[in-house]
């Protein structure tokens, strides 16, 4: 009786902790910011504000598949889907992330990602987060 109890436990342990696996991958972009006094964030996700004193903006960028396996976040890194585009207008420097509004689909289902980013910006720069889902906080680095 108490060897199919420990058996029991074993394997149930087991299996909770293969159905819990997370794959998480950082990527980072570094932007230039050399004339401009405006940066705008149009970004899905969690975004995490850090003041610093470089006058790059560097930009890491958090994806976690709840259940996917590492080689599928490589393979979509690969053909760009965290790629991140910086439009300059005028003073302003507009940095998105274009390739995240389309829909990918894994063996027929809808890939469920979550991303985030944490970024360092120069400590002179007036920061706008305009989409509604975004999430800011700032701590100076």
Do not use: C
């Not at 991958?25 to 970004?43: E, H, Q």
């Not at 980013?117 to 400590?123: A, C, H, I, L, T």
């Amino acid at each position: 009786m108490t060897k199919r109890i420990a058996i029991l436990t074993f394997l149930l342990t087991f299996a909770l902790g293969a159905i819990a696996q997370t794959t998480s991958k950082t990527f980072t972009k570094a932007f230039n910011t050399a004339g401009k006094s405006k940066i705008v964030f149009d970004l899905p996700g969690a975004v995490d504000l850090k003041i610093w004193n470089k006058p790059t903006i560097r930009m890491e960028i958090v994806v976690g598949l709840p259940s996917g396996s590492s080689s599928v976040v490589d393979q979509l890194a690969k053909v760009g889907r965290y790629d991140l585009t910086a439009e300059e207008k005028e003073d302003m420097l507009v940095i998105t992330a274009p390739n995240l509004g389309r829909v990918v689909k894994v063996k027929g289902e809808e890939l469920r990602e979550h991303v985030s980013y944490v970024v360092f910006v120069p400590k002179d720069l007036e920061i706008t987060l305009p989409s509604p889902t975004a999430l800011a906080t700032v701590e100076k680095k």
